[in-house]
């Protein structure tokens, strides 16, 4: 079974340029998250997707992060402007959502390892 | 404020000892707790889990233990072996399909 697909897995960037990262996830894996892990610390959610929707971007700074599922299956996170901040790896995750009491394993991909200059 | 505390940012054991690594929480709503096993320039990779129903699961050479009064869980590896050196995250998630909650790691150091 073929993982969770990243790409790419660097990108040095100047501020106040964008950039976007693709993810694939598990096939029939409903869920997808995004994550952004800055060094020294865990992963913590950007935004999370179950088929093409959004289930929680609380966390996602919307001035200049967005995110798409639009089929329901692959997913691109964008970044515009970025900020000096932004440098961190962008981790994609995936899961078989198995309702309440369910096991919540989430399986991750490689991650982008992103440099703002 | 962190809700899962992973207080040891670093373990080194010797091959073939037990390797112990800490992880408490703040909040008694979570009730799934994992732990992530990751390499450098990888992906973390699930290793075990546990659910709040249960105080111990095991999987080979790794044991979790959760202790719910004290909001703590623990992860056991014996015996340890050198490709077990890696960075270790604790997670937990208060219901089925919600993401994540990661503590900042522990870097264990098995050597021969």
């Known amino acids: 079974e073929a993982g969770v697909a990243q790409s790419p897995r660097y990108k040095i960037i100047e501020k106040r340029q964008s950039v976007a990262f693709w993810c694939n996830p598990i096939s029939g894996h409903a869920t997808l998250y995004w994550y952004q892990q800055i060094l020294g610390q865990g992963p913590k959610l950007l935004i999370q997707f179950q088929n093409n929707g959004v289930v929680d971007d609380s966390q996602l700074p919307k001035d200049r992060f967005s995110a798409e599922r639009l089929k329901g299956v692959d997913s691109t996170l964008k970044i515009q402007p970025a900020k000096l901040e932004d440098s961190a790896v962008y981790l994609c995750a995936s899961s078989l959502f198995q309702g309440p009491g369910g096991k919540n394993i989430q399986y991750f991909g490689a991650g982008t390892r992103l440099s703002v200059l | 404020d962190q809700q899962v505390k992973q207080n040891s940012p670093s373990l080194s054991v010797q091959e073939g000892r037990i390797s112990i690594l800490n992880c408490d929480y703040t909040n008694s709503m979570f009730d799934y707790f994992l732990w992530y096993k990751k390499y450098p320039a990888e992906g973390p990779t699930f290793l075990i889990s546990?659910?709040?129903?249960?105080d111990k699961n095991e999987d080979g050479r790794f044991t979790v233990f959760l202790n719910k009064s004290a909001k703590h869980l623990s992860l056991h590896i014996v015996p340890s072996q050198p490709g077990d050196s890696a960075v270790y995250f604790c997670a937990t998630s208060n219901q089925a399909g919600t993401a994540l909650i990661f503590g900042k790691g522990t870097t264990l150091s098995v050597s021969s």
């Open positions: 546990i659910s709040s129903i249960k």
